[in-house]
């Protein structure tokens, strides 16, 4: 019988890893498979594509940047020259925890007009 463990962090791994050694006999486990669901997905796309690259999260703020550099933005006013790579660090992070959560930017959006619309019925009460 062939199993496999699939844990959300490298830690867990670890942790996983140390808990079934030490309870299997004389401290010995051989053919363990244990993935991270990111190892493990990318497993799974490269089987199916082949060519499967994943940037690192240094790489997405540095594209995050870049594309904040070519669109004015109004919020970010207050750095003239750069985004302090903390503050894109928080805004990528914001965005992979919308995706995990399945929120789209036309989802975003239309969240915000009917918060609009919600503000716009308070005030005319």
Not at 20 to 31: E, I, K
Not at 36 to 48: A, D, H, P, R, Y
Not at 58 to 67: D, G, K, R, S, T
Request: hydrophobic share 35%.
């Amino acid at each position: 019988m062939k199993l496999l463990f699939i844990v959300p962090t490298k830690r867990k791994i670890r942790y996983l890893t140390r808990d079934l050694v030490s309870l299997s006999p004389a401290n010995s486990l051989f053919g363990l498979k244990i993935e991270t669901i990111g190892s493990f997905t990318e497993k799974i796309l490269t089987e199916i594509d082949g060519n499967i690259v994943q940037i690192s999260e240094q790489v997405a703020i540095l594209h995050l940047n870049h594309c904040f550099k070519k669109v004015n933005l109004n919020y970010f006013s207050q750095y003239r020259d750069q985004i302090p790579f903390g503050t894109l660090e928080r805004i990528k992070n914001v965005i992979a925890e919308y995706k995990r959560h399945g929120i789209t930017p036309n989802r975003l959006k239309e969240e915000a007009k009917n918060y609009r619309e919600e503000k716009n019925l308070k005030q005319l009460i």
